[in-house]
Nanobody, 120 residues
Framework: QLQAFGGGSVQPGGSLRLSCAASGIIFKISHSGWYRQAPGKQREWVAA???????RYAESVKGRFTISRDNAKNTVYLQMNRLKSEDTAVYYC????????????????WGQGTLVTVSS
């Protein structure tokens, strides 16, 4: 089971740090990813981190967002800086042993997301 935390309302240029706690999942041997779904749009992949902590980012967030993980806490984080209005969305995380699946976001089930609103 996955649950994302840390969303909220922030002004453009601000920062937020999202957390996603994994329970009942073998987190340590799974790659992790963050995804988001803006109102009226399909869910999209945002960032991913391998078991070995290699990272990859969508072009729209590269240089502004940082994904990290703490295996001891079964948690993956998303530090979001220089937020823009177009970052407004519900953010989700997911994990899988397949790196391709994490990058594609093609999951059959999702946990609870957290809403991020960027507005002046």
């Amino acid at each position: 089971q996955l649950q994302a935390f840390g969303g909220g309302s922030v002004q453009p240029g601000g920062s937020l740090r999202l957390s996603c706690a994994a329970s009942g999942i073998i987190f340590k041997i799974s790659h992790s990813g963050w995804y988001r779904q803006a109102p009226g749009k399909q869910r999209e992949w945002v960032a991913a981190i391998t078991i070995g902590t290699n990272t990859r980012y969508a072009e729209s967030v590269k240089g502004r967002f940082t994904i990290s993980r703490d295996n001891a806490k079964n948690t993956v984080y998303l530090q979001m800086n220089r937020l823009k209005s177009e970052d407004t969305a519900v953010y989700y995380c997911n994990v899988d042993r397949s790196w391709a699946k994490v990058l594609s976001g093609d999951f059959g089930s999702w946990g609870q997301g957290t809403l991020v609103t960027v507005s002046s």
